[in-house]
């Protein structure tokens, strides 16, 4: 598993926890994310935009 800065790592913690709450809700779409690895990639995500130093994504092929 994948070690992260503390500010990315909390990050992916408050997201996980809006996840399982069903509060958590992906991008233009609106509908309610329920994927652990999509909740994970939003934390990270949100902590890029933050500056926190996380590094680039993985590219899909």
Same mark, same amino acid.
């Given at each position: 598993? #994948?070690?992260?800065?503390? %500010?990315? +790592? ?16 992906? /991008? $233009?779409?609106? $509908?309610?994310?329920?994927?652990? %690895? +999509? #909740?994970? #990639?939003? /934390?990270?995500?949100? #902590?890029?935009?933050? /500056?926190? $130093?996380?590094? %680039?994504?993985?590219?899909? %092929?």
């Amino acid at each position: 598993m #994948a070690k992260y800065p503390a %500010k990315a +790592q909390e990050k992916v913690k408050e997201t996980m926890h809006e996840m399982k709450e069903g509060k958590l809700k992906s /991008g $233009k779409s609106d $509908k309610k994310v329920t994927n652990s %690895k +999509q #909740a994970i #990639a939003i /934390g990270l995500s949100e #902590a890029r935009k933050e /500056g926190a $130093k996380v590094p %680039k994504k993985a590219s899909s %092929k």
